[in-house]
């Protein structure tokens, strides 16, 4: 049980860090970090790989040796039915019923193993909700400090244009000019690949 829960933790651990490289890829990839991060998932998939590996082999050997000590001892049930059958100190009906009921007797010993295995990501799901459910307030997070922004704020973009490095694709954009006063409230509109991405990114900082 402790390796089982151990295994869980790690499996966790690897498969969050898994989704969340795949999430951010495009991110990534606008920062120039998606190859260095490209090398970091092929690492933590073969680390996924072998954890699972591991915990299999946990659930296999303990389940393996529950099943072996479960069949022992219906063998040596079997052995001193036996030995009671030849010396005449019991009949032949009893000793044949408890040789039958001696597999049911033991098979919640045989299944213990399958089923903690099998509800080992239920128990430890819910362990994670309590525990969420369970903890403290934290303090308020502080307001972050933005320029206040009033009805004569302006924006106001003139001649803007983006080529990506690589200087293969045509300028994703070019010579965009346009102007945002105040509040307004702006969609930004375009078939997909006309550069829609690409120029919030850039007034983000990101390009």
């Known amino acids: 049980q402790k390796r089982a829960d151990n295994e869980y933790r790690n499996f966790t651990v690897l498969n969050n860090r898994f989704a969340d490289t795949l999430r951010g890829m495009q991110t990534l990839k606008q920062l120039g970090l998606s190859r260095i ?16 590996m591991r915990s299999l082999t946990i659930a296999m050997t303990s389940t393996f040796s529950l099943d072996f000590f479960t069949t022992l001892s ?39 193993s399958e089923d903690y295995h099998a509800t080992l990501d239920g128990k430890n799901a819910f362990t994670e909700v309590l525990s969420v459910i369970n903890q403290k307030k934290t303090s308020e997070i502080s307001a972050l400090k933005v320029p206040a922004i009033d009805s004569e704020t302006v924006l106001s973009v003139h001649n803007f244009s983006f080529q990506y490095p690589d200087g293969q694709q045509p300028a994703a ?33 990101i390009n």
């Open 37 to 52: 991060f490209t090398k970091r998932i092929y690492e933590t998939s073969e680390r996924y790989r072998k954890s699972t």
């Open 173 to 205: 954009l070019k010579d965009n000019n346009f102007l945002v006063r105040g509040f307004a409230k702006v969609a930004v509109v375009g078939l997909s690949g006309s550069g829609k991405t690409t120029l919030l990114s850039s007034l983000a900082g």
């Open 74 to 112: 219906i063998a040596v049930i079997a052995v001193f039915l036996g030995f009671s059958l030849m010396e005449g100190k019991m009949s032949l009906f009893p000793a044949l019923t408890l040789l039958v009921l001696a597999p049911e007797y033991f098979l919640p010993l045989r299944t213990f």
